[in-house]
């Protein structure tokens, strides 16, 4: 059958398209080859790495001079898989044949906890007697206010009550319990105080009415010295020895004996 002039010229999907297909130029095709030869080179390049174990990230990685040509990849060794590698030997390497007795032993030994180099304490003055107790006894130092007296309670060592923060708390009197009153001040019952000394052992919260508070002070064991023979008569229970502070002697009271003591005549 005769074509028609209008379809001489058209070519079925079958045939020789109108238009060649582009092939590469002889440039592409080796700027291709390049980079495959290059990506070749460089698994390589990890693979031997990761074959013998060699520690490229000290030499030419991050910690060494920065000249790997991975790090433009990887950026870090970390993510490098020869640095990954070597982490997981490491991690899977056999462990030596005394490693658990070592660690075991390690263990075993009786832990000695040495000492604090410092100790913290608050001191204090009552009367002309400066003393000292640790620091972790105490909540807060509240400026003087008015003690509510109690009745029957004249003679003992409790002072009354106090408001401390919307909270009554009973006021006991060190002075008294120490021996360091003096005798005309057991005649007049005293209202207010310079300061008062809030302390919280094991819950119970009790008010220490002092004459002057000079803060924390921290001192080394060594310092502390035992107390002299007329300090000890005077308060042999509770005095845990005796440091030099601005060339005056601070008596140490054991925290234990003294809220022990405390308590009992609370009782």
């Given amino acids: 059958m005769s074509q ?6 058209f070519k079925g999907p079958s045939e020789t398209p109108l238009t060649p297909a582009l092939s590469p130029s002889d440039g592409e095709r080796e700027n291709t080859a390049a ?10 390049g ?11 990230w000290q030499s030419i990685g991050v910690y060494g001079n920065g000249t790997c040509r991975e790090l433009q990849k990887f950026v870090h060794c970390r993510n490098c898989p020869v640095y ?8 899977d390497q056999p462990l030596p044949t005394d490693y658990r007795a070592e660690w075991a032993a390690h263990f075993a030994r009786e832990q000695k906890l040495s000492p604090p180099v410092k100790t913290s304490a ?53 002075g008294r319990l120490l021996g360091l009153e003096k ?6 019952i005293r209202t207010t105080y310079d300061r008062l000394l809030v302390a919280n052992w094991e819950g119970n919260r009790l008010v220490f009415p002092v004459d002057e508070v000079h803060g924390t002070h921290k001192f080394e064991a060594s310092e ?36 022990s003591a405390l308590n009992r005549s609370l009782t």
């Fill in 4 to 9: 028609s002039p209008s379809m001489r010229g």
């Fill in 183 to 188: 005798a005309s001040s057991r005649q007049t």
């Fill in 122 to 174: 608050v001191l204090f003055r009552i009367n002309a007697e400066w003393l000292a107790l640790p620091t972790y006894a105490f909540q807060e130092v509240a400026e003087r206010r008015r003690t509510h007296s109690l009745p029957h309670q004249r003679h003992g060592i409790v002072a009354g009550l106090v408001n401390i923060r919307g909270e009554l708390l009973i006021c006991v009197s060190l």
């Fill in 35 to 44: 980079t495959s030869r290059s990506d070749i080179k460089v698994t390589s």
């Fill in 46 to 56: 990890i693979e031997d790495a990761i074959e013998n174990h060699e520690a490229c």
């Fill in 84 to 91: 990954s590698h070597s982490a997981l030997q490491l991690l």
């Fill in 224 to 259: 502390v010295h035992d107390p002299p023979a007329t300090v000890a008569k005077s308060r042999p229970s509770y005095t845990h020895g005796i440091f030099i502070w601005q060339q005056k002697p601070v008596g140490l009271l054991d925290p234990s004996l003294l809220f």
